[in-house]
T-cell receptor, first 114, second 112 residues
Framework: DGGITQSPKYLFRKEGQNVTLSCEQN?????MYWYRQDPGQGLRLIYY???????QKGDIAEGYSVSREKKESFPLTVTSAQKNPTAFYLC?????????????FGPGTRLTVT | QQQVKQSPQSLIVQKGGISIINCAYE??????FPWYQQFPGKGPALLIA?????SEKKEGRFTISFNKSAKQFSLHIMDSQPGDSATYFC???????????FGKGTTLSVSS
């Protein structure tokens, strides 16, 4: 089955710890994205990557980092510098030629930091 | 100018009725307008999308109406069913690297 997988579905961490969220896709999509979703806030872009070894900051990149070493993988690290990390995190990807247009989302990871 | 304003925030519709959700944008460079459907605890799913060269697009019970001069677009769900109860997001993006900008969502409840 082709698709986008995010793991784990739920993640709990103590304040001050870095945590890495996984995103993998087997759709042969070039572009990948990370969004944060808070109640009543819609989706806000954290980082995006159009090709391997290249990524750009989105609207709310502070306190986050990413890497894109493989086309299939785009992990997100939530660092201890992120002031309010508890949220629902969504990864998405776009087919070739559809950068910033068609985006297909994974199932999300709900991160709770206490 | 980068915002997409979505209304209403919540909507209750009787089974079989028409659900209408509206969005407005400012940036005339936007050229792609999708709608996403999201069930609780799941990722958003692309429902239907439109480009500004057409005024309407229909897929099954879902229709996007697009008014370029008013910079508005709307989602119409005909014969609404309880299974349509979800949060709907409009979005917009353009060329030259303009990111996909999302509205804040509309929570639809279809009562049986």
């Amino acid at each position: 089955d082709g698709g986008i997988t995010q793991s784990p579905k739920y993640l709990f961490r103590k304040e001050g710890q870095n945590v890495t969220l996984s995103c993998e896709q087997n759709l042969n999509h070039d572009a990948m994205y990370w969004y944060r979703q808070d109640p009543g806030q819609g989706l806000r872009l954290i980082y995006y990557s159009q090709i391997v070894n290249d990524f750009q900051k989105g609207d709310i990149a502070e306190g986050y980092s990413v890497s894109r070493e493989k086309k299939e993988s785009f992990p997100l690290t939530v660092t201890s510098a992120q002031k309010n990390p508890t949220a629902f995190y969504l990864c998405a990807s776009s087919p070739p030629g559809s950068f910033n247009h068609e985006q297909y989302f994974g199932p999300g990871t709900r991160l709770t930091v206490t | 100018q980068q915002q997409v304003k979505q209304s209403p925030q919540s909507l209750i519709v009787q089974k079989g009725g028409i659900s209408i959700i509206n969005c407005a944008y400012e940036n005339t460079a936007f050229d792609y307008f999708p709608w996403y459907q999201q069930f609780p605890g799941k990722g958003p799913a692309l429902l239907i999308a439109i480009r500004p060269d057409v005024s309407e697009k229909k897929e099954g019970r879902f229709t996007i109406s697009f008014n370029k001069s008013a910079k508005q677009f709307s989602l119409h769900i005909m014969d609404s069913q309880p299974g349509d109860s979800a949060t709907y997001f409009c979005a917009a993006s353009g060329q030259a690297g303009t990111a996909l900008i999302f509205g804040k969502g509309t929570t639809l409840s279809v009562s049986s």
